[in-house]
């Protein structure tokens, strides 16, 4: 199978594929915000068509094989995060409409919890990566990373305590782990791991 790695493109990407793929980067965790995954794909796809998010278009590199993205890279350096924080609320607003933005409200405290805040102007934090089911293990996931550590010696991103394959998937390119950031559901313990790549 042969792999291009392509910045998103609405004319040539299919954004519901890619919504679908940043969703499965961590269902467990994005259910909380967005809902389950048929109702979170069209508030995705909605982001991924804005400018100042962490899933804008413009942050996604896409795996594709042919004309079917199998893989999705979301990403942004410490400095453009920064720099659109301010912007990025009122995206995430018209993405939600109010039904959703009573859901951030209620999870949006814990989940920040468990996510990286501090990443400094010049790392690279990684708000999704994934690979459809269809082609893991075929080195797709790697193609992305390369992209990316072609210009960031430092990457940071967050995984999902559970996802022991993840978690050895980013330790075979190198990255640490570092803080648990958790809180319990249920009786449950959810959350993730801060993980690091020092180039």
């Known amino acids: 199978m042969e792999i291009t790695i392509e910045r998103f493109d609405p004319a040539r990407h299919d ?88 859901r951030a409200l209620r999870w949006g405290p814990k989940l920040e919890s468990t996510a990286t805040r501090e990443v400094a102007p010049e790392e690279y934090y990684i708000s999704a990566l994934t690979v459809d089911e269809s082609c893991r293990g075929q080195g797709v996931g790697s193609l992305l990373l390369a992209e990316v550590f072609r210009d960031h010696p430092v990457v940071v991103t967050d995984v999902n305590i559970t996802k022991d394959d993840a978690i050895r998937f980013y330790e075979r390119h190198g990255f640490t782990l570092g803080e648990k950031m958790t809180f319990t559901h249920k009786g449950a313990e959810l959350g993730n791991y801060q993980i690091r790549r020092q180039g």
Request: proline letters at 2%; a neutral charge.
């Open 15 to 102: 954004v519901q594929d890619v919504a679908r793929l940043i969703y499965q980067a961590d269902p467990s965790l994005m259910r909380f915000v967005f809902g389950d995954e048929e109702t979170a794909v069209p508030t995705i796809a909605r982001l991924v068509g804005m400018e100042h998010n962490d899933y804008a278009g413009r942050r996604v590199l896409c795996a594709c094989a042919g004309s079917r993205v199998v893989g999705v890279l979301a990403g942004l350096t410490g400095a453009e995060r920064e720099a659109s924080q301010k912007a990025a609320g009122a995206e995430w607003g018209r993405a939600l409409g109010a039904r959703g933005m009573l």
